[in-house]
């Protein structure tokens, strides 16, 4: 089993990226996906959740409009799409894997803040800056 995260690098403010997440060894609509972040010096928050079962997608709040997240079961992919950047979404993004029976409010307690669930499987990271 593994995730695998591309796509990061620099940008400057108001660019875009689009950030994949690439499954091995297990079927998407079996997990759901989420995008973490860690910037220098804080601590890792969720970005954003997706269940291709389902076909959910969550976002946080602050983040919403801005990001968009989305799967592709034939590709066994997940992307992340960051529009509009600003300096303070420089960050390692990291994808990571649950088992879609886990907790059905895995998605909704990953975006929420606070603690996140625990993950089975997490992908390597991609760094993402953002230049002013």
């Known amino acids: 089993v593994q995730l695998q995260a591309s796509g990061g690098g620099l940008v400057h403010s108001g660019g875009s990226l689009r950030l994949s997440c690439a499954a091995s060894?297990?079927?998407?609509?079996?997990?759901?996906i989420g995008w973490f972040r860690q910037a220098p010096g804080k601590g890792r928050e969720g970005v954003s959740c997706i269940s291709t079962r389902s076909r959910s997608t969550y976002y946080q709040d602050s983040l919403k409009g801005r990001f968009t997240i989305s799967g592709d079961n034939a590709k066994n992919t997940v992307y992340l799409e960051l529009n509009n950047l600003k300096p303070e979404d420089t960050a390692v993004y990291y994808c990571?894997?649950?088992?879609?029976?886990?907790?059905?409010?895995?998605?909704?307690?990953?975006?929420?803040?606070?603690?996140?669930?625990?993950?089975?499987?997490w992908g390597q990271g991609t760094e993402v800056t953002v230049s002013s």
């Open positions: 990571a894997a649950r088992y879609y029976r886990a907790d059905i409010r895995t998605c909704s307690r990953t975006v929420a803040g606070g603690r996140a669930p625990e993950y089975d499987f």
């Open positions: 060894g297990f079927t998407l609509d079996d997990y759901v």
